[in-house]
């Protein structure tokens, strides 16, 4: 499939804009010219040696000047101080879209420094592994992975932008920013905020018990480990920006965990089994839905 974006700009080279710029080289080296930008000037030249770029640029404005789409790969806590950037910049008609886990948040921040002239449609890959630098990316992240269109209806920016994340191999939805939030508060922000915290209680242990813990990690520890080493700075920014929806779910966690407490003190077998089996059907959906 072919993208409609002649000129495209990935802003921040982390593993969500270094894999978009994989993608593209993989798959649509010769039809797009990418110019590609990090504040970081090391992440820079990382990029740079790994020619996944035609273009790397040492300054913003030379990155999205000439772009018909502009890739916003930023930690959602700098959406507002690149958005700010960029506004004098952006040539009329082009399309600024971001990669945040939070939708409302980034909408605020960027929205006002969008031109009248330029298309801005928020939206967000399902895609990503605990790793982050420019060296994490690869090309096949967003392969039969959902990338959400935040917007109310659908136009022919949104048909351009939908026709390029399919091209990337990406499945592609349109929802509300208020469900987009929700919906991610509990697949994603809940389940990293608890294993950040399990971990958090393990290191708190005595020492030798810490050690311990450590050495005969089982699979389920070692799974929350691998959630709670993704990037600190992208996940202070996520539940800076998504407190309200993070809070909602926190509290629906917290009133399911004192009911499994009780069950568990007062040995209710046949409820925890109930609860068992209804979750491990969850399990199995989400496997035959390939999202595994």
């Known amino acids: 499939m072919k993208s409609e974006f002649k000129k495209i700009s990935v802003i921040g080279l982390g593993l969500i804009g270094t894999s978009i710029l994989h993608a593209i080289n993989t798959k649509q080296k010769e039809l797009v010219t990418t110019f590609a930008f990090d504040a970081n000037s090391k992440h820079r030249e990382i990029v740079s040696e790994m020619k996944i770029a035609t273009f790397v640029c040492d300054k913003i404005h030379d990155a999205v000047k000439d772009a018909d789409l502009v890739i916003l790969a930023v930690p959602v806590g700098s959406m507002n101080s690149v958005a700010k950037s960029i506004t004098s910049s952006l040539k009329k008609g082009a399309t600024v879209t971001d990669t945040?886990?939070?939708?409302?948040s980034v909408i605020n921040d960027v929205n006002p420094y969008i031109p009248t002239s330029v298309n801005f449609i928020p939206s967000h890959?399902?895609?990503?592994?605990?790793?982050?630098?420019?060296?994490s990316g690869f090309s096949s992240l967003f392969e039969n992975r959902y990338w959400l269109i935040v917007n109310d209806k659908e136009t022919d920016q949104t048909k351009k932008l939908a026709n390029f994340f399919e091209s990337l191999g990406s499945i592609v939805e349109t929802v509300s920013a208020e469900y987009h939030d929700k919906i991610l508060a509990i697949t994603s922000h809940?389940?990293?905020?608890?294993?950040?915290?399990?971990?958090?209680?393990?290191s708190d242990l005595e020492t030798d018990l810490k050690n311990d813990v450590i050495k005969f990690s089982a699979s389920g520890f070692r799974d929350f480990t691998r959630i709670a080493a993704s990037d600190p700075i992208m996940w202070r920014d996520v539940f800076l920006n998504n407190s309200e929806a993070v809070l909602e779910m926190l509290?629906?966690?917290?009133?399911?965990?004192?009911?499994?407490?009780?069950a568990i003190?007062?040995?209710?077998?046949?409820k925890l089994h109930s609860f068992f089996s209804r979750t491990r059907s969850i399990?199995?959906?989400i496997i035959e839905a390939g999202q595994i």
């Open 100 to 104: 945040g886990s939070t939708k409302n």
């Open 125 to 135: 890959p399902l895609a990503g592994t605990e790793y982050s630098g420019p060296k």
């Open 190 to 202: 809940l389940p990293h905020l608890i294993a950040f915290t399990i971990v958090g209680t393990a």
């Open 251 to 262: 509290q629906r966690f917290n009133e399911d965990l004192s009911d499994l407490q009780k």
């Open 265 to 270: 003190r007062k040995k209710q077998g046949q």
């Open 283 to 285: 399990r199995k959906k």
